[in-house]
Every structure is written in C-alpha cells, then in structure tokens.
C-alpha cells in the first residue's frame, strides 16, 4: 500500500516540519509514494477553521490530519465528510469535532522523536 502526504515539506515550522518528518517515517517503512497519482492512501493536512484541503488529490482512502485551538467555521463539518478519518491533534480538538456533528474522528497524538530532539 502506497501513501502519499500531499502537504508542505519545505520549511522550519508547522506543517512543513511535520510533512519532513512523516514522508521520511514512511519512506523507511517502504511505503511512501512520491507522486499522489499512485498512491492507494491519501494523507492530507487540513487548514483554518472550516478544514480546507491543500490539495484536491484523490485516492481509494482518504485521510486527513487537522490540529487546531480555535472554533471551527461553518463548513468544517461539510469538508470533514470528504475524508474517511480526519486525524485530530488531542481529545479537546476531538470533542469539538463532535459538537459540530463531525464524528470521523480519531486523536492522533503526535509523539516527540527523542533520536531527533532530546
């Protein structure tokens, strides 16, 4: 199964740093896809308060990734249907997800790799 993140990877912050970080875990795991057109699984990260993609890129499963510390807009729950998980950031972001009737969520916490910082 090939994923592909059609997120930033260039760049010192945010979801460039992120995008540096889970393109090279999964291209260790062997199943990293550098084009989106190939890719069985889309990963992408949504923007601002109402979930738009930074992509319009398609796959068989597509998933996408929000982390966010202020009210959602009026078309989060509209945008959030287009994906078969939005992975969420913490328990608080998946509870206001449900508030708005989006409950294709799941808490993804991100982890600190301890062999880059220390």
């Given at each position: 199964m090939k994923i592909n993140y059609t997120g930033q990877t260039d760049g010192l912050f945010g979801w460039a740093v992120y995008g540096k970080n889970i393109t090279r875990a999964l291209s260790e795991l062997g199943t990293y896809s550098?084009?989106?057109?190939?890719?069985?699984?889309?990963?992408?990260?949504?923007?601002?308060?109402?979930f738009e993609a930074t992509s319009l890129h398609r796959a068989k499963v597509n998933l996408s990734m929000v982390f966010f510390e202020y009210p959602l807009g009026p078309n989060a729950a509209e945008n959030a249907k287009k994906y078969d998980v939005v992975f969420v950031g913490s328990t608080w972001c998946k509870e206001r997800c449900a508030e708005r009737g989006i409950h294709n969520t799941e808490v993804l916490i991100q982890g600190v790799d301890q062999g880059i910082f220390s």
């Open positions: 550098e084009s989106p057109l190939g890719a069985d699984v889309i990963l992408q990260p949504l923007t601002n308060p109402d």
